[in-house]
């Protein structure tokens, strides 16, 4: 049985066509593939829902090809990282941070904060984009 194709025309809000365009030149298909695939399995998924503080960091994953974001979503921090953050945490709790603990706190769970955004968006464009991922503890 062939399946009939019907043309249509469709105006884009800005954002959204460029959003589509990266995505179709990171992924090497066409446009109106890329906006196909959209339309049957909904749009990829969105940074603007992220604080608007990480926004543009997200909004760099949709520019990147498949190894890109598999190279992103493995990512590990060190183990050094994790326990000097664990660290500082503790001292707050005991209210022990110095002036300059205290804001290297808060950058580091900015940074935390951000690594993780980052790994969970590049596996959602992945997913979106047909490859299946697997749990996080065997990325």
């Known amino acids: 049985m062939q399946m009939t194709v019907q043309n249509v025309t469709l105006a884009l809000p800005e954002e959204l066509y460029i959003r589509f ?3 179709a030149q990171a992924t090497r298909q066409s446009l109106a ?13 969105r940074w603007e829902d992220a604080p608007p503080s990480f926004q543009s960091e997200l909004a760099v994953l949709d520019r ?3 190894n890109a974001l598999w190279r992103i979503a ?4 060190s183990a050094a990282d994790t326990t000097h953050l664990a660290e500082l945490i503790e001292k707050n ?3 022990t941070l110095s002036e300059t603990e205290r804001q290297e706190l808060e950058q580091l769970c900015y940074e935390a ?16 984009r047909g490859h299946t991922i697997p749990p996080a503890d065997k990325l």
């Open 93 to 95: 709790t005991d209210d």
């Open 33 to 45: 593939d890329t906006l196909l695939h959209a339309l049957r399995v909904g749009s990829p998924p």
């Open 64 to 66: 990147l090809d498949d």
């Open 21 to 23: 365009q990266q995505t």
């Open 74 to 77: 493995r990512s590990q921090r």
């Open 113 to 128: 904060d951000l690594f993780m955004l980052r790994k969970a968006h590049a596996a959602a464009l992945l997913h979106w």
